[in-house]
């Protein structure tokens, strides 16, 4: 009996001995890969906090960047809108110095116009002659037709004809 009893304890601790030996080996397996895991969630847990940290950054620097980058536009906006007054300031004294230079022109026309209509027309004719032939016709342009032609009577023919060519080009005054 001694002996079927111990047989039976040693076939029973066989069956149940290697089992447990067995079943805490993989316990510990699943423990080891489970703290594992647990550290690599952690890992994965600081990467993403630290992913969202950056990302907030990054996006508080974008919305900086966005404001400065409108303040700036409004600043160019605000020049060009300045240089643009400007310019059209400019146009209108252009076109106004453009009227008083022609004003002047016509006025300074007009004396030296008067200044040859009192000549006598051979006087007339000798400067004129030396004059170069357009800005001669210029001239005789705005002298009224008769003088003209007492003045182109006195001249050597030849300036003559060549100041009446000239004369034949120009465009009417306007009246």
Known sequence: MKLIWSLAVVMIGGLYGAPATKSYECT???????????????RIDEQKQSLDSLKRA????LRKKEAMVQGKDMKVDQKLSEIRAK?????????????VLE????????????????MKPAASAQILSQMPASDA???????????????????????????TDKLRKL????K
């Open 28 to 42: 510990k397996i699943f423990e080891d890969r489970k703290n594992e895991l647990l550290v690599e969630l952690e």
């Open 103 to 118: 004003q002047i022109k016509q006025l300074k026309s007009d004396k030296v116009s008067q200044t040859f209509a009192k």
């Open 171 to 174: 465009p009417e005054p306007p």
């Open 137 to 163: 016709a210029d001239i005789m342009s705005t002298l009224n037709s008769k003088v003209v032609g007492q003045i182109l009577a006195k001249m050597d023919p030849k300036k003559g004809s060549e100041i």
């Open 87 to 99: 310019e059209e300031s400019i146009k209108k004294m252009l076109d106004e110095n453009k009227k």
């Open 58 to 61: 990054t996006e508080d620097l």
